[in-house]
């Protein structure tokens, strides 16, 4: 918990009543930590908790016991332009919801830190892909639009502020 203003945590320990409360209390920006190995309740959490951030229940366990392969799907992007499309896709609803509430200037210094931290990243990357080709070239071609992403997104952001 490296420069959390907290100086606690929440172990999670129970089942019942406390395994979501990881969720519960991370608006507060209190960082907790669980560790359950109880298959059917945390499949039971998804499905519960997936409509409320309007994202599309599947179930895991399928994955976890080997049932369905999803690791070798030609269609799977690679994880770093999985998190990096993650990443693109919150400064998005960011910028839409601070164009809303007109807060965009006042986030000016937040947005120039966010755009710097993730083109360094997807220079990291860039550095990656040629030191293994294991990459592949989706690999290459998914990151140069993504970059190409982030500067248009730049540009509206720089256009509205």
């Known amino acids: 918990m ?18 979501d409360s990881p969720i519960k209390v991370a608006r507060f920006g209190i960082s907790s930590v669980i560790s359950i190995i109880e298959d059917r309740l945390i499949e039971m959490m998804r499905k519960h908790y997936y409509p409320t951030i309007n994202k599309e229940y599947q179930p895991m366990t399928d994955h976890i ?3 369905v392969n999803l690791v070798t799907n030609a269609t799977r992007p690679h994880m770093f332009i999985a998190e990096l499309q993650l990443y693109l896709n919150y400064l998005k609803s960011l910028f839409k919801e601070d164009l809303l509430m007109g807060q965009l200037s006042k986030k000016q210094k937040f947005y120039t830190t966010f755009f710097q931290n993730l083109r360094e990243g997807i220079q990291y990357y860039r550095s990656l892909r040629h030191k293994a080709a294991a990459f592949g070239e989706n690999f290459g071609k998914a990151l140069e639009t993504a970059a190409a992403e982030l500067d248009m997104l730049n540009k509206d952001i720089n256009k509205s502020i």
């Open 65 to 67: 016991y080997g049932r």
């Open 2 to 19: 490296q420069n959390s203003p907290h100086s606690f945590h929440i172990p999670v320990m129970g089942l019942a009543y406390t395994i």
